[in-house]
T-cell receptor, first 115, second 116 residues
């Protein structure tokens, strides 16, 4: 069975603070994909990153960075120097390799950045 | 163009109405999806189409009827809905279900449906 857990329901930070969003997953598959999506109030899900299970390299993209640790089944997301525009709900998701983008979403973390 | 367009953005319908949600993409994607998202919940998969054929139906009630008339369009026909069906309905597309180089899914802004 596939399961994604985002234990942090809501987080508030003051602008320019760093914030880490946690994601822990469960799967029996050896090959899978992990994703982070951002959902602003407008509703659409904005793709942030995709990682396959064989690629444990951490990634940095501007103020965003991701830490994938297979040993702890975690795929955490850090925003450095947060901005008000980062306020949104962030979803971590798992997808089996052979089923395209049939996502198993976590429950989401609502991030509020206070100016 | 990495856009998935959904219409209408908002829809209010009565329980006896028939309405349709539309989704369009021009990225050449051959996999399209319908997700349902209740307030403060994650999206839940409803249907997956692959090459215009229904590939996955996640035990969705028959009052929701999907249709994929061509590779760019995906419809969701609604009939005799219940108030608990009120939700944000998200459409998504991705390159291909089966390719090992399958890309991420692109989502539309959704249709906020209210059933009265």
């Amino acid at each position: 069975a596939q399961k994604v857990t985002q234990a942090q329901t809501e987080i508030s930070v003051v602008e320019k603070e760093d914030v880490t969003l946690d994601c822990v997953y469960e799967t029996r598959d050896t090959t899978y994909y992990l994703f982070w999506y951002k959902q602003p109030p407008s509703g659409e899900l904005v793709f942030l990153i995709r990682r396959n299970s064989f690629d444990e390299q951490n990634e940095i993209s501007g103020r965003y960075s991701w830490n994938f640790q297979k040993s702890t089944s975690s795929f955490n997301f850090t925003i450095t120097a947060s901005q008000v525009v980062d306020s949104a709900v962030y979803f971590c998701a798992l997808s089996k390799t052979n089923t395209g983008n049939q996502f198993y979403f976590g429950t989401g973390t609502s991030l509020t950045v206070i100016p | 163009d990495t856009e998935v367009t959904q219409t209408p953005k908002h829809l209010v319908m009565g329980m006896t109405n028939k309405k349709s949600l539309k989704c369009e993409q021009h990225m050449g994607h051959r996999a399209m999806y319908w997700y349902k998202q209740k307030a403060k919940k994650p999206p839940e998969l409803m249907f997956v189409y692959s090459y215009e054929k229904l590939s996955i139906n996640e035990s969705v009630p028959s009052r929701f009827s999907p249709e994929c008339p061509n590779s760019s369009l995906l419809n969701l026909h609604l009939h005799a809905l219940q108030p608990e069906d009120s939700a944000l309905y998200l459409c998504a597309s991705s390159q291909d279900l089966l390719s090992p180089l399958n890309t991420e899914a692109f989502f539309g802004q959704g249709t906020r449906l209210t059933v009265v």
